[in-house]
C-alpha cells in the first residue's frame, strides 16, 4: 500500500501510454499464422460418401473390417472376455508405465512364439501402447533419442501414410527403397534389392511383416531370406510393423513368419503390434513395442529408457483393451475363438477377392486381375488410375482413395457385383 501511495510511483503509471505494438498485439489473435491444414484423404472418402443417396453406393476408403452384411463386426470373443472381466469386478486404478504385465507377455509370445529364445533369455522387452499407431511413434522416439547410426528411416514405396509423419515428427529422417511394380501389381523384388544393398549402414529399415499396407503384396518366404541376407550384410537396423497377424492369411504362425525368421538369423529387431484389426479392437486402442536386445542387461536398460519416453506422452496405457486381448490370449477356449473368427474373417476377405475377379471375367473384362487374388489383407491396390477412380465414384458412387487402393473389407457377396461392373466400365 505504501508503493502505490508512493508519489514516484502515482507518476510513472500516469504516463504510461500504451504502444502501437502492444495494442495491435492485444486486437489480433494468437494463432492468426496458422493455416488450414488439408484434409484428411480417406476421410474425405467417407465425408464424400455419407452425401451420397445412391441405394448402391460403396464406401472402399476406411480400413475396418465388415462383415458379408456390411456391418462393424465385434468377435464372439471379445463379448465372452468383456463379460468374464466384468463378472470380476476389477479396479480402475492406473496401469504401470509399461502397461498390464500379463497383456505385454502375452502380447511378445503372439509375435515371437512361446518357445522363442528371446523371450527364454530375457533379452526382449515389450511395453504396451496406445494401439499400432502409438508403438510406431513410441519406437521412432526411442530411435531418434538412442540409435547411434544415421537419423534416416527407409520406408517401402508406397508405405501407410502415417508412417511418414511419425517418423518426420519424432525428428528422424525419411528415405525410400523401391517396393510396388505398378506394371505387375506385385511386388518389386529387384529393385527393393537394388535399393536395399546401396543403404548406408546402421541405417533404419521399415518392413511390414505381413499383408502390407497399402498394397496388399507380400514378399514370398524365398524372397524374405534374401532380403533378411541383404540386410544383415548391410548392418541395418529391422524395425518391423505388424499390424496385421492371423488376419493377412488367417493363421497367426504364418503372418509371422518373417519377424521370426529375422531373429532366427541374428537381427536384433524392433517390432510394432496392433490388435486393431486381428481382434476388432479398434477404439481401445491395443498395441504393443518389442526390442530385441543383446542379452538381459540390455534389455533392462532399454526398458528404463522406454518408461522415461513413455511417462511424458501419456503416463500409462488405458487397460479395458488390453485386459480383453490378455483374456482371451491366455484362456484356451476363448484362444480357440479367436483363432477360428480371425481365420473367419482373413477367408471372408480371400473370397471377395476370388469373386471380384470372377465377376470381372463375367463381365466380360480382357484385362489380367490376378494380382487382386495375389495380393493379402485388408487392402488392395487394384491399378486404377486417378480417373479411373473418378469415373468409378462419378458413375458408380464407390468411394475409394484416389490411388486405386480398396479396403476389400467393404466389398460383401451383396455388392462384389456392382464393383466388378464399375470397374470393368472404367477399365474396358
Known sequence: MALLKSNKVFYLLGNITPSLGALSSRNSSWWAGVQMGPPDPILGVTEAFKKDTNPKKMNLGV???????????????????????????????????????????????????????????????????????????????????????????????????NHTPIFRDAGMQLKAYRYYDPSTCGFDFKGAMEDISKIPEQSVILLHACAHNPTGVDPKAEQWKEIADIVKKRNLLVFFDMAYQGFASGDIDRDAWAVRYFIEQGHNILLSQ??????????????????????????????????????????NPPMNGARIATTILNTPDLRSLWLEEVHGMANRIIKMREQLVAGLKKEGSSHNWQHVIDQIGMFCFTGLKPNQVER?????????????????????????????????????
Open 392 to 428: 468409378l465414384t462419378k458413375e458408380f458412387s464407390v468411394y475409394m482413395t484416389k490411388d486405386g487402393r480398396i479396403s476389400m473389407a467393404g466389398v460383401t457377396s451383396g455388392n462384389v457385383g456392382h464393383l466388378a461392373q464399375g470397374i470393368h466400365a472404367v477399365t474396358k
Open 63 to 161: 480400413g475396418a473390417y465388415r462383415d458379408d452384411q456390411g456391418k462393424p463386426y465385434v468377435l464372439s470373443c471379445v463379448r465372452k472376455a468383456e463379460d468374464i472381466i466384468a463378472a470380476k469386478q476389477l479396479d480402475k486404478e492406473y496401469l504401470g508405465i509399461g502397461g498390464l504385465g500379463d497383456f505385454t507377455k502375452a502380447c511378445a509370445e503372439l509375435a515371437l512364439g512361446a518357445n522363442n529364445e528371446v523371450l527364454k533369455n530375457g533379452r526382449g522387452i515389450t511395453v504396451q501402447t496406445i494401439s499400432g499407431t502409438g508403438s510406431l511413434r513410441v519406437g521412432a522416439n526411442f530411435l531418434s533419442r538412442f540409435h547411434g547410426g544415421p537419423r534416416d528411416v527407409y520406408l517401402p514405396t508406397p508405405s501407410w501414410g
Open 274 to 315: 496392433s490388435f486393431a484389426k486381428n481382434m476388432g479392437l479398434y477404439g481401445e486402442r491395443v498395441g504393443g513395442f518389442s526390442v530385441v536386445c543383446k542379452d538381459t542387461d540390455e534389455a533392462k536398460r532399454v526398458e528404463s529408457q522406454l518408461k522415461i519416453l513413455i511417462r511424458p506422452i501419456y503416463s
